[in-house]
T-cell receptor, first 116, second 111 residues
Framework: DVKVTQSSRYLVKRTGEKVFLECVQDMDHENMFWYRQDPGLGLRLIYFSYDVKMKEKGDIPEGYSVSREKKERFSLILESASTNQTSMYLC???????????????FGDGTRLSIL | AQSVSQHNHHVILSEAASLELGCNYS??????LFWYVQYPGQHLQLLLKYFSGDPLVKGIKGFEAEFIKSKFSFNLRKPSVQWSDTAEYFC?????????FGAGTTVTVRA
């Protein structure tokens, strides 16, 4: 069974801090994703990566960056945290299958981040 | 950009009632369609998916969904809900690498 592990379930940080959210998957998936989940807005894609050292902006990349140095790990970075970045952050991974394209995404448990 | 609309924000129903959740998307090309469910305190899980073939898709826990290409719709159904179906349900559409989600529908099933 696929396991997507996010480093923290709950995190509290202060405005202006640099924040790192870590995600690790154990199924050798090519694709990895970071979303934020807010009530009434569903999930919004921040960044995704389809290979090591590759990254693509999602729908709301402002204020965030990412790093993918190893296939199994995808980090989300808040360069200078602000209160409007208080949210639930979800990491996901998926397999790319030649001939069938991208397979369903598997999600981690989420990190509830509060910026004070 | 892809847009996904879920018709209901919150649905409340009694056990054994039938459930139908609406989902419409905007993209006119080839898409893959999904319904995900998030039970209280748990991570998002795949309920069912449509890639190609039979437009009526059966998923886990008695759920099914029908893809109607002409209406850009992918509605989720369950004939008889249980209390344990209380959860948030998300429709999602995949084009290229990106998965676009609807805002979600909270379903509350009363015992």
């Amino acid at each position: 069974d696929v396991k997507v592990t996010q480093s923290s379930r709950y995190l509290v940080k202060r405005t202006g801090e640099k924040v790192f959210l870590e995600c690790v998957q154990d199924m050798d998936h090519e694709n990895m994703f970071w979303y934020r989940q807010d009530p009434g807005l569903g999930l919004r894609l921040i960044y995704f990566s389809y290979d090591v050292k590759m990254k693509e902006k999602g729908d709301i990349p402002e204020g965030y960056s990412v790093s993918r140095e190893k296939k199994e790990r995808f980090s989300l970075i808040l360069e200078s945290a602000s209160t409007n970045q208080t949210s639930m952050y979800l990491c996901a991974s998926s397999l790319f299958h030649r001939g069938m394209g991208n397979q369903p995404q598997h999600f981690g448990d989420g990190t509830r981040l509060s910026i004070l | 950009a892809q847009s996904v609309s879920q018709h209901n924000h919150h649905v409340i129903l009694s056990e054994a009632a039938s459930l139908e959740l609406g989902c419409n998307y905007s993209y006119g090309g080839t898409v893959n369609l999904f319904w995900y469910v998030q039970y209280p305190g748990q991570h998002l899980q795949l309920l069912l998916k449509y890639f190609s073939g039979d437009p009526l898709v059966k998923g886990i826990k008695g759920f099914e969904a029908e893809f109607i290409k002409s209406k850009f719709s992918f509605n989720l159904r369950k004939p008889s809900v249980q209390w344990s179906d209380t959860a948030e349900y998300f429709c999602a559409v995949n084009s290229d690498y990106k998965l676009s989600f609807g805002a979600g529908t909270t379903v509350t099933v009363r015992a």
